[in-house]
């Protein structure tokens, strides 16, 4: 399996649920980044591990809560989320958290849906 | 702040007719301003890094142009496996800062 892998592909969950979502990238980098996307804006980060040292956290609600156990894993743990929450949730990696970030190679997302 | 404004939101095309998409972009000092591509259920896919004003990169049908205050990805004879949302974002001076995204255009090439 290559580049980037994101699991579940659809998550459906209620207001008190804890859920993950795992992301998994076979490139061999040293920086993996979490992405929200909603109808309508842009692309917002969320976090951003390098050497599995947390460096970016973009005043995200605690109820989402990062884990990058070694530099090929990271997981978003979820819980007591709102409706507004739902959308599309990317993970991404790249070579190194650098000046030349521009390669950021995505997965194909977890569309999240809270009821 | 640095901002990413693209233009239009939708843009619908016939097979072969050639066309623009917009990115307007205001950034304090830019490092770099980025293209993607992203179809119906994936993540975006880079396509292009421009860095200077007066820089054009190719692909394809796809041509990326860079100014002081925009970018241009201009697509010649569009196919319809064209179809796609084109994402634009900004990097600001100096390193180590994210990238900024605009909202994206929605094309789509009807065959």
């Known amino acids: 399996e290559t580049g980037v892998t994101q699991t579940p592909r659809h998550l459906v969950m209620g207001m008190t649920n804890k859920k993950s979502l795992k992301c998994e990238q076979h490139l061999g980098h040293n920086a993996m980044y979490w992405y929200k996307q909603s109808a309508k804006k842009p692309l917002e980060l969320m976090f951003v591990?390098?050497?599995?040292?947390?460096?970016e956290n973009n005043s995200v609600p605690s109820r989402f809560s990062p884990e990058c156990p070694n530099s090929s894993h990271l997981f978003l743990h979820l819980h007591t989320l709102q409706p507004e929450d739902s959308a599309l949730y990317l993970c991404?990696?790249?070579?190194?958290?650098?000046?030349?970030?521009?390669?950021?190679?995505f997965g194909s997302g977890t569309q999240l849906s809270v009821l | 702040e640095d901002q990413v404004t693209q233009s239009p939101e939708a843009l619908r095309l016939q097979e072969g007719e050639s066309s623009s998409l917009n990115c307007s972009y205001t950034?304090?000092?830019?490092?770099?301003l980025f293209w993607y591509r992203q179809d119906p259920g994936k993540g975006p896919e880079f396509l292009f890094t421009?860095?200077?004003a007066g820089e054009e990169k190719e692909k394809e049908r796809l041509k990326a142009t860079l100014t002081k205050k925009e970018s241009f990805l201009h697509i010649t004879a569009p196919k319809p496996e064209d179809s796609a949302t084109y994402l634009c974002?900004?990097?600001?001076?100096?390193?180590?800062?994210?990238?900024?995204f605009g909202k994206g255009t929605r094309l789509s090439v009807i065959a």
């Open positions: 591990y390098s050497l599995e040292e947390r460096v």
């Open positions: 991404a990696s790249s070579q190194a958290w650098t000046a030349d970030n521009e390669k950021l190679f």
């Open positions: 974002a900004v990097q600001a001076i100096p390193g180590n800062t994210p990238l900024v």
């Open positions: 950034v304090s000092g830019l490092r770099g």
């Open positions: 421009l860095y200077s």
